[in-house]
């Protein structure tokens, strides 16, 4: 255990952006990332030099979005498309059938990583009623909302760079399910994630909470292994933020989180340093049965494995569920913002013998919205 009694992150594989580049990744990492027993995810430094402040700038506009007055956001969402296009809070139900309120999302479809025209995914498949994916991307007024100026250009330059490091990833793990995966098709993932127009991202806003810990949560959380007969308990009510899931495309890649204080926060140098609350951040549950709080450094991005990635590795790299704990110490006056952006296969490409995504799509967005 870590000071504070924070969960130390073990276990977490860190990997240059050359390494990936020369495919000079070992297996055994790719393992120790994304195996059976593994966290399911992978650090990569020594990122393009744009890459911290495109991060700033982006992050920082997840806080300006949500205090647009409710009028401007309700004209953001895209109820056709489960409100998986532009804003949505409140709409995803995660846990107990209860809907999810404490964080706001910004959906952009990243058909553009592919083709600068496209504004959404293209419908070549027999199922083309798929809004949540075939819906074109909804943008604020750039000109209304002056401090939004550049968000449109910025989103889409810092999910091309997520992108591009994806398929570096998915290049590692093509040559680990080459020799490792019987009948795997030679470089299936890096094609899914360069050529797909289903990756979507989401930019994420999680609202300030209360500044104490509620009744019944515990003030520290522990490592299931080691208080088994606690451990359900603790994750069913230390997942706040965001409740206990896994992903459901190939690589999530992740920045960072930002920490700002919500109200007196007007640029995005005024990025807190720490959280006020050392136990707040995400959290992944292992293989093995430890719960581990993993920390993501500013200057690097993080990909974790997906349950489409399972189904295509025939379950040699596992998808992990992992949470998001809030802020319980300081003000109660802190968001926490980042990006995930999810690589998908396009909606016709099959993730297993019976599947294709589309299938496979429609099923977890019917259980979660």
């Known amino acids: 255990m870590a000071g504070n009694g924070v969960p130390k992150a073990q276990g977490v594989v860190t990997v240059g952006l050359e390494d990936l580049r020369t495919g000079s990744v070992p297996f055994i990492a790719l393992e120790d990332a994304f195996g059976p027993t593994s966290l399911g ?113 910025t989103a889409e330059a810092l999910c091309s760079l997520i992108i591009d490091t994806a398929a570096l990833v998915a290049r590692a793990c093509d040559r680990y399910a080459r020799e490792n995966v019987e009948g795997y098709q030679e470089g299936y993932l890096e094609h899914v994630v360069r050529t797909s127009t289903t990756t979507k991202a989401r930019l994420l806003h999680y609202f300030p909470g209360s500044p104490a810990t509620p009744a019944g949560y515990p003030s520290t959380p522990v490592l299931a292994a080691t208080a088994a007969d606690r451990g359900a308990a603790m994750d069913d009510e230390d997942d706040d933020w965001c409740a206990t899931h896994i992903d459901h495309g190939c690589l999530t890649g992740l920045t960072s989180a930002m920490y700002l204080d919500d109200e007196h926060s007007s640029t995005p140098q005024d990025e807190l340093h720490l959280p006020p609350d050392p136990a707040a951040g995400l959290y992944i549950r292992s293989r093995v049965g430890t719960t581990v709080k993993v920390s993501i450094p500013r200057d690097c991005l993080a990909f974790q494995t997906g349950e489409a990635l399972e189904l295509i590795t025939q379950g040699r790299f596992r998808a992990v569920p992992h949470f998001v704990r809030g802020v319980r110490e300081g003000n109660g006056k802190v968001a926490r913002n980042t990006l995930a952006v999810f690589t998908q296969p396009n909606l016709h490409e099959m993730v297993d013998e019976k599947r294709d995504f589309a299938t496979f799509a429609k099923e977890v967005v019917e259980r979660n919205h």
Do not use: M
């Open 41 to 153: 995810i992978i650090i990569v430094k020594d990122l393009p030099p744009e890459f911290p402040e495109l991060r700033r700038r982006l992050l920082f506009a997840a806080s300006q979005v949500a205090k647009l007055p409710a009028e401007d956001l309700e004209s953001l969402e895209c109820p056709s498309a489960k409100w998986l296009v532009g804003w949505s809070c409140g709409k995803e139900t995660l846990k107990d059938g209860k809907y999810d309120t404490l964080k706001g999302s910004y959906y952009v479809n990243c058909a553009f990583y592919k083709d600068p025209s496209l504004t959404a995914a293209q419908p070549n498949h027999p199922n083309t009623n798929f809004p949540e994916y075939t819906h074109p991307n909804i943008w604020p007024s750039e000109t209304t909302h002056s401090r939004l100026s550049g968000f449109k250009a």
